[in-house]
Nanobody, 123 residues
Framework: QVQLVESGGGLVQTGGSLRLSCTVSGPIFSLYLMGWYRQAPGKQREPIAHIGVSGTTNYTDSVRGRFTVSRDNAKNTVDLQMKSLTPEDTGVYYC?????????????????WGQGTQVTVQP
């Protein structure tokens, strides 16, 4: 089955930087969308950054200008470069990919998730 393995989380001071990486393996046919969700303590999981197969990116307002999402289609990886981190960025970060299969002119999307990696930003 499709597996997502994340790396790069950890503890950092306010204003610091971290880089998260996610490698996708298994039966891959079309990684239509790749990106990251975040679940802060006591809050729901939310999408923060995604990148399409053509390179189009989308960010939630709270990270735009500080985070950069990128992908390597040859290696089936997606990275998240995080800068100017604040305690509000603390949470578990989940890699998320969508595979799209088109059958009969109709798209079928399949979502996959990583196990999550903890990011903690100290004041």
């Amino acid at each position: 089955q499709v597996q997502l393995v994340e790396s790069g989380g950890g503890l950092v001071q306010t204003g610091g930087s971290l880089r998260l990486s996610c490698t996708v393996s298994g039966p891959i046919f079309s990684l239509y969308l790749m990106g990251w969700y975040r679940q802060a303590p006591g809050k729901q999981r939310e999408p923060i950054a995604h990148i399409g197969v053509s390179g189009t990116t989308n960010y939630t307002d709270s990270v735009r200008g500080r985070f950069t999402v990128s992908r390597d289609n040859a290696k089936n990886t997606v990275d998240l470069q995080m800068k100017s981190l604040t305690p509000e960025d603390t949470g578990v970060y989940y890699c998320h990919v969508v595979q799209r299969l088109v059958a009969g002119f109709r798209p079928y999307d399949y979502d996959y998730w990583g196990q999550g990696t903890q990011v903690t930003v100290q004041p």
